[in-house]
T-cell receptor
């Protein structure tokens, strides 16, 4: 079953602009993680946010979590062409904490 | 260097011919898992393993087998591959489970003719 759904499916912005991606999920979670994937390659971890946290920062990345709305957002500030990739959220539900469920991803294109 | 290694990276096979995709990690991680990635569907978990000799089904286990005889290795076995198993496969590992950072292999692109 698909737990996380990303929105938008695709996003095209100019270098220097901010990019915001959203993730919605269906059931209560322990943690939510964001990953990045360059075309056809392995995923790379970006940020993990726990269910009792509301916001986390890492460099140009800012993640928020709203458990009441079952949603999270990933903000990339001052984007660069090198940020072009697909971004996925992943959740582990409280009812099945050994499974990790990924969303379908947002494809981000940053134009130079 | 800490890494998850999958082999082979590319594989073309025919329907019904048994194959194994190997996965090995050198980080002494307890948790390992397999995913398949198909266009528009994101990653779907096939099987996972909490530790040696402990495995369980993910969301799409049909047609796959796994084993975890050693902590570092978690092979994915397709006993009788079919064309609908054509996909991009990823192995991942983490220290203890889904609450930890997942480290992914580079992927195995499988085509079943």
């Amino acid at each position: 079953s698909q737990q996380g759904e990303e929105d938008p499916q695709a996003l095209s912005i100019q270098e220097g602009e901010n990019a915001t991606m959203n993730c919605s999920y269906k059931t209560s979670i322990n943690n939510l993680q964001w990953y990045r994937q360059n075309s056809g390659r392995g995923l790379v971890h970006l940020i993990l946010i726990r269910s009792n946290e509301r916001e986390k920062h890492s460099g140009r990345l800012r993640v928020t979590l709203d458990t009441s709305k079952k949603s999270s957002s990933l903000l990339i500030t001052a984007s660069r062409a090198a940020d072009t990739a697909s971004y996925f959220c992943a959740t582990d539900g409280r009812d099945s904490s050994y499974k990790l469920i990924f969303g379908s991803g947002t494809r981000l294109l940053v134009r130079p | 260097e800490a890494q998850v290694t999958q082999n082979p990276r590319y594989l073309i096979t025919v329907t019904g011919k048994k194959l194994t995709v190997t996965c090995s990690q050198n980080m002494n991680h307890e948790y390992m898992s397999w995913y398949r990635q198909d266009p528009g569907l994101g990653l779907r978990q096939i099987y996972y393993s909490m530790n040696v000799e402990v495995t369980d089904k993910g969301d799409v286990p049909e047609g796959y087998k796994v084993s975890r005889k050693e902590k570092r290795n978690f092979p994915l076995i397709l006993e009788s591959p079919s064309p609908n198993q054509t996909s991009l496969y990823f192995c991942a590992s983490s220290l203890r489970g889904t609450g930890n950072i997942q480290y992914f292999g580079a992927g195995t692109r499988l085509s079943v003719l």
